[in-house]
T-cell receptor
Framework: DQQVKQNSPSLSVQEGRISILNCDYT??????FLWYKKYPAEGPTFLIS?????DKNEDGRFTVFLNKSAKHLSLHIVPSQPGDSAVYFC??????????FGAGTRLFVKA | DTAVSQTPKYLVTQMGNDKSIKCEQN?????MYWYKQDSKKFLKIMFS???????INETVPNRFSPKSPDKAHLNLHINSLELGDSAVYFC???????????FGAGTRLSVL
Protein backbone atom coordinates (compact mmCIF):
# COMPACT_ATOMS: atom_id res chain seq x y z
CA ASP A 1 0.00 0.00 0.00
CA GLN A 2 1.98 2.95 -1.30
CA GLN A 3 0.68 6.17 0.20
CA VAL A 4 2.87 8.43 -1.92
CA LYS A 5 2.98 7.72 -5.63
CA GLN A 6 5.16 9.12 -8.37
CA ASN A 7 3.72 7.50 -11.47
CA SER A 8 6.33 8.73 -13.92
CA PRO A 9 9.61 6.85 -13.48
CA SER A 10 11.38 9.28 -15.79
CA LEU A 11 11.01 12.61 -17.55
CA SER A 12 13.09 14.18 -20.29
CA VAL A 13 13.10 17.94 -20.84
CA GLN A 14 15.04 20.35 -23.02
CA GLU A 15 17.31 22.84 -21.28
CA GLY A 16 15.53 26.13 -20.66
CA ARG A 17 12.05 24.59 -20.69
CA ILE A 18 9.82 23.80 -17.76
CA SER A 19 10.05 20.48 -15.88
CA ILE A 20 6.91 19.32 -14.10
CA LEU A 21 7.17 16.42 -11.71
CA ASN A 22 3.98 15.01 -10.26
CA CYS A 23 3.11 13.25 -7.04
CA ASP A 24 -0.15 11.80 -5.70
CA TYR A 25 -0.93 10.73 -2.17
CA THR A 26 -3.71 8.78 -0.54
CA UNK A 27 -3.51 9.68 3.15
CA UNK A 28 -5.57 12.79 3.91
CA UNK A 29 -3.76 13.10 7.27
CA UNK A 30 -0.55 14.20 5.55
CA UNK A 31 0.03 17.85 6.40
CA UNK A 32 3.55 18.52 5.21
CA PHE A 33 5.10 17.68 1.87
CA LEU A 34 8.70 17.74 0.74
CA TRP A 35 10.74 17.27 -2.40
CA TYR A 36 14.21 15.80 -2.28
CA LYS A 37 16.78 15.64 -5.04
CA LYS A 38 19.23 12.79 -5.40
CA TYR A 39 22.36 12.51 -7.52
CA PRO A 40 23.99 9.10 -8.17
CA ALA A 41 26.09 7.77 -5.30
CA GLU A 42 24.79 10.49 -2.98
CA GLY A 43 22.00 10.67 -0.44
CA PRO A 44 18.80 12.64 -1.08
CA THR A 45 19.05 16.36 -0.32
CA PHE A 46 16.14 18.55 0.67
CA LEU A 47 14.89 20.83 -2.08
CA ILE A 48 11.62 22.49 -1.17
CA SER A 49 8.60 21.87 1.03
CA UNK A 50 5.01 22.97 1.51
CA UNK A 51 2.61 22.92 4.39
CA UNK A 52 -0.95 21.74 3.82
CA UNK A 53 -2.27 25.20 4.71
CA UNK A 54 -0.67 26.60 1.56
CA ASP A 55 -1.19 25.82 -2.10
CA LYS A 56 2.08 27.18 -3.45
CA ASN A 57 5.64 27.66 -2.30
CA GLU A 58 8.38 29.15 -4.42
CA ASP A 59 12.15 29.14 -4.07
CA GLY A 60 14.07 30.52 -7.01
CA ARG A 61 13.55 28.28 -10.03
CA PHE A 62 11.59 25.74 -7.97
CA THR A 63 7.88 25.96 -7.19
CA VAL A 64 5.75 23.37 -5.47
CA PHE A 65 1.98 23.37 -5.93
CA LEU A 66 -0.41 21.52 -3.64
CA ASN A 67 -3.97 20.56 -4.55
CA LYS A 68 -5.43 19.06 -1.39
CA SER A 69 -8.79 18.17 -2.85
CA ALA A 70 -7.09 16.13 -5.56
CA LYS A 71 -4.39 14.88 -3.17
CA HIS A 72 -1.83 15.95 -5.71
CA LEU A 73 1.32 17.99 -5.67
CA SER A 74 3.73 19.00 -8.36
CA LEU A 75 7.22 20.43 -8.59
CA HIS A 76 7.92 22.95 -11.33
CA ILE A 77 11.47 23.78 -12.36
CA VAL A 78 11.81 26.84 -14.59
CA PRO A 79 14.06 27.13 -16.48
CA SER A 80 15.46 23.62 -16.39
CA GLN A 81 19.23 23.26 -16.42
CA PRO A 82 21.44 20.23 -17.15
CA GLY A 83 22.56 20.27 -13.51
CA ASP A 84 18.95 19.57 -12.51
CA SER A 85 19.27 16.06 -13.94
CA ALA A 86 18.72 13.83 -10.92
CA VAL A 87 16.12 11.66 -9.22
CA TYR A 88 13.41 13.65 -7.45
CA PHE A 89 11.58 12.13 -4.49
CA CYS A 90 8.24 13.35 -3.25
CA UNK A 91 7.68 12.82 0.49
CA UNK A 92 4.86 13.38 2.94
CA UNK A 93 4.54 13.63 6.70
CA UNK A 94 1.71 13.73 9.22
CA UNK A 95 3.65 15.95 11.59
CA UNK A 96 5.41 13.17 13.43
CA UNK A 97 8.76 11.56 12.80
CA UNK A 98 7.59 9.23 10.04
CA UNK A 99 8.03 10.46 6.47
CA UNK A 100 6.71 8.46 3.53
CA PHE A 101 8.65 8.67 0.28
CA GLY A 102 7.60 8.01 -3.28
CA ALA A 103 9.66 5.88 -5.65
CA GLY A 104 11.19 8.89 -7.36
CA THR A 105 11.18 10.36 -10.87
CA ARG A 106 14.39 10.52 -12.83
CA LEU A 107 14.70 13.86 -14.62
CA PHE A 108 16.93 14.23 -17.67
CA VAL A 109 17.60 17.78 -18.82
CA LYS A 110 19.08 17.81 -22.30
CA ALA A 111 21.48 20.56 -23.31
CA ASP B 1 33.04 18.42 6.47
CA THR B 2 30.38 15.74 5.96
CA ALA B 3 27.20 16.31 7.94
CA VAL B 4 25.91 12.72 7.93
CA SER B 5 28.48 10.05 7.24
CA GLN B 6 27.98 6.33 6.79
CA THR B 7 30.56 3.58 6.70
CA PRO B 8 31.19 1.51 4.78
CA LYS B 9 30.03 2.84 1.42
CA TYR B 10 30.01 -0.64 -0.09
CA LEU B 11 29.57 -3.97 1.64
CA VAL B 12 29.73 -7.32 -0.12
CA THR B 13 29.21 -10.39 2.01
CA GLN B 14 27.99 -13.97 2.02
CA MET B 15 24.59 -15.18 3.12
CA GLY B 16 24.48 -16.02 6.80
CA ASN B 17 27.11 -13.50 7.85
CA ASP B 18 26.60 -10.72 10.41
CA LYS B 19 27.49 -7.15 9.45
CA SER B 20 27.22 -3.62 10.81
CA ILE B 21 26.79 -0.24 9.19
CA LYS B 22 27.77 2.86 11.11
CA CYS B 23 26.29 6.33 10.95
CA GLU B 24 27.41 9.58 12.51
CA GLN B 25 26.00 13.08 12.25
CA ASN B 26 27.70 16.31 13.30
CA UNK B 27 24.65 18.55 12.91
CA UNK B 28 23.60 18.41 16.55
CA UNK B 29 20.31 16.78 15.60
CA UNK B 30 18.19 14.85 18.09
CA UNK B 31 16.63 12.38 15.68
CA MET B 32 18.24 9.77 13.45
CA TYR B 33 16.79 7.31 10.96
CA TRP B 34 17.60 4.24 8.92
CA TYR B 35 15.99 3.78 5.50
CA LYS B 36 16.16 0.93 3.03
CA GLN B 37 16.01 1.59 -0.70
CA ASP B 38 15.15 -1.65 -2.42
CA SER B 39 15.17 -2.63 -6.08
CA LYS B 40 11.89 -0.78 -6.65
CA LYS B 41 13.64 2.39 -5.49
CA PHE B 42 11.24 3.21 -2.66
CA LEU B 43 12.88 4.72 0.40
CA LYS B 44 11.30 2.88 3.30
CA ILE B 45 11.75 3.87 6.92
CA MET B 46 13.12 1.11 9.10
CA PHE B 47 13.96 2.73 12.43
CA SER B 48 14.10 6.10 14.07
CA UNK B 49 15.71 7.21 17.31
CA UNK B 50 15.02 10.45 19.14
CA UNK B 51 17.48 11.33 21.88
CA UNK B 52 18.75 7.74 21.88
CA UNK B 53 15.24 6.31 22.30
CA UNK B 54 13.61 4.12 19.68
CA UNK B 55 10.50 5.88 18.36
CA ILE B 56 9.86 4.17 15.02
CA ASN B 57 10.27 0.46 14.45
CA GLU B 58 8.65 -0.62 11.22
CA THR B 59 7.94 -4.26 10.38
CA VAL B 60 11.57 -5.14 10.04
CA PRO B 61 12.89 -8.66 10.75
CA ASN B 62 14.44 -9.18 14.18
CA ARG B 63 17.74 -9.80 12.43
CA PHE B 64 18.02 -6.04 12.12
CA SER B 65 19.01 -4.29 15.34
CA PRO B 66 19.73 -0.58 15.59
CA LYS B 67 21.94 0.80 18.33
CA SER B 68 22.31 4.42 19.34
CA PRO B 69 25.21 4.88 21.76
CA ASP B 70 24.67 8.65 21.75
CA LYS B 71 22.63 11.26 19.88
CA ALA B 72 25.25 11.61 17.16
CA HIS B 73 25.45 7.93 16.26
CA LEU B 74 23.00 5.33 15.01
CA ASN B 75 24.43 2.00 13.94
CA LEU B 76 22.64 -0.85 12.21
CA HIS B 77 23.58 -4.44 12.88
CA ILE B 78 22.24 -7.21 10.66
CA ASN B 79 22.43 -10.87 11.67
CA SER B 80 22.23 -13.89 9.40
CA LEU B 81 22.20 -11.89 6.18
CA GLU B 82 19.82 -13.04 3.44
CA LEU B 83 19.76 -12.39 -0.31
CA GLY B 84 16.74 -10.13 0.13
CA ASP B 85 18.73 -7.81 2.38
CA SER B 86 20.64 -6.59 -0.66
CA ALA B 87 19.76 -2.91 -0.99
CA VAL B 88 21.06 0.58 -0.37
CA TYR B 89 20.73 1.65 3.26
CA PHE B 90 20.54 5.34 4.06
CA CYS B 91 21.04 7.00 7.39
CA UNK B 92 19.46 10.39 8.03
CA UNK B 93 19.06 12.90 10.82
CA UNK B 94 16.80 15.82 11.64
CA UNK B 95 15.96 18.28 14.35
CA UNK B 96 13.10 16.88 16.36
CA UNK B 97 10.96 19.95 15.60
CA UNK B 98 11.56 19.85 11.84
CA UNK B 99 10.47 17.57 9.03
CA UNK B 100 13.57 18.14 6.90
CA UNK B 101 15.99 15.24 7.00
CA UNK B 102 19.67 15.19 6.08
CA PHE B 103 20.89 12.00 4.49
CA GLY B 104 24.16 10.16 4.32
CA ALA B 105 25.51 8.96 0.99
CA GLY B 106 24.20 5.43 1.52
CA THR B 107 25.69 1.98 2.00
CA ARG B 108 25.23 -0.45 -0.86
CA LEU B 109 24.90 -3.93 0.64
CA SER B 110 25.24 -6.93 -1.64
CA VAL B 111 24.55 -10.35 -0.18
CA LEU B 112 25.87 -13.21 -2.30
Amino acid sequence: DQQVKQNSPSLSVQEGRISILNCDYTNSMFDYFLWYKKYPAEGPTFLISISSIKDKNEDGRFTVFLNKSAKHLSLHIVPSQPGDSAVYFCAANTGGFKTIFGAGTRLFVKA
Amino acid sequence: DTAVSQTPKYLVTQMGNDKSIKCEQNLGHDTMYWYKQDSKKFLKIMFSYNNKELIINETVPNRFSPKSPDKAHLNLHINSLELGDSAVYFCASSRQDQNIQYFGAGTRLSVL
